[in-house]
């Protein structure tokens, strides 16, 4: 399958470089990161590419800011929900520290995810609930 991957964290990267930590980042900044993101999910899918948006997403107002860009052209979302229990990302944030196989996440930055955080609640959404073997969900949901 061929598409075009956007991540909020990339974006972040190449404008401020590899070891830039979130909390250093001013509301100025974070907007220039959403704004290149933005675009580049646009300028993408005029281009006609499939584009995967991998950002949290974590409110409602956020999903429904790049559903408004396939909107207007014309295009058709898929929203996917890894819905994954507070539980099961805070073990996996600690262990992160330990192994640091990707950047860290601060104790409240991740605190104000989960707190903001409002789970999708449109029909169009597809939903993958941990523990569920990820081959199968993938064959239920996208393979036809």
């Known amino acids: 399958m ?19 930590l979130d909390e250093k980042i001013d509301k100025q ?5 959403y704004q290149k993101m933005y675009k580049q999910i646009e300028d993408n899918l005029k281009n006609d590419k499939t584009v995967i948006n991998d ?4 409110t409602k107002h956020e999903r429904d800011l790049v559903k408004e860009i396939a909107d207007k052209l014309g295009l058709e979302t898929i929203e ?10 805070r073990q996996r944030l600690l262990e992160n520290k330990k192994i640091k196989k990707r950047f860290d996440v601060s104790e ?18 597809i939903t993958y609930k941990h523990p569920q073997p990820i081959e199968d969900w993938i064959i239920e949901n996208f393979q036809t």
Do not use: H, M, Q
């Open 80 to 89: 996917v929900f890894i819905d994954t229990p507070t539980e099961i990302a």
């Open 29 to 33: 900044g974070w907007d220039k990161v």
């Open 108 to 125: 409240n930055d991740f605190n104000s995810t989960v707190s903001e955080f409002e789970p999708p609640e449109d029909n169009n959404v």
């Open 55 to 58: 950002t949290g997403n974590f």
């Open 2 to 20: 061929g598409y075009i991957r956007i991540d909020l964290d990339d974006v972040k990267f190449s404008l401020f470089g590899n070891d830039i």
